[in-house]
């Protein structure tokens, strides 16, 4: 902020101060000690690395990117684990990481001569698979990262989703509506593939990997099987009493099928 006093001398009126005010450029350039964020970083996680996205610099010109990592519980401040990366890249893969650590980054722009100030930090803990939810009340199917603190994929649906069950073997992802008899097929990306109506009542779902079968219970009292590659579904018994609840065991060369009311 600045301010000036101008005087003029004015013979007959005498002397005039008119008052003016101007204001100094704001600092936002990133390569100002007090400028802003570079970029605009985002991270998740995927089986044993994590992935790193950001998008253009608000600079007319820059070199390059650095990325700095913290691990918590291992490291004391952060580390440059890359320096000057293309001008052309706008993603990172970290794949010196291990299962249930929490690592944070930053990243910066780099100048002819100077480093920018850094991007916001993003912070993850990575581990072994994904979680998938069942939205009921906005209608959502959610594919998040192990952390769930970073959603990977969200598909909309038609109707309220009851159950689900996940095969990363067979790429499919099965979702039930029980109220008005469908049932869909996703893939592992959260994409919709295949819809089948033959169920009238899909109430619960489990995934059995010795025979690599989806078994649906229906609460009117029949057992399916859906074989995701070929898309076939066979009913095993009209005879269950109002199922609500199916599990399969996870033990090698067994099957254990549960069935019953939670």
Partial sequence: MCIRFIFYIIPVLGVTGIFISCSERPKDNPFD???????SLSVLSFNQSIRLSWGDPDLA????????RKAEGIDKSYTRIA???????RDFTDYQIQYHTTYSYYITVNGTDMESQPSQTVSITPGPGYNWIVDTENFEIIKTTYDTEHIISTYSTSWPPTDIAVSSAADAVI?????????EKLDLTGNFVAGYEQIAYPGA???EPVDSLFWIADTSGILYTLHPRKDEINIVSYSLSQP?????????DLRYLYLGQK
């Fill in 244 to 252: 609500v609840y199916i599990d399969v065991a996870q033990q090698k």
């Fill in 83 to 89: 320096e000057n990366m293309l001008q052309t890249r």
């Fill in 33 to 39: 000690p007090s400028g802003h964020e570079p970029v």
């Fill in 205 to 207: 779902i489990a995934y």
């Fill in 175 to 183: 979702v039930l509506y029980l109220r008005y008899g469908i049932v």
């Fill in 61 to 68: 010109y820059f070199t390059g990117f650095n990325i700095y």
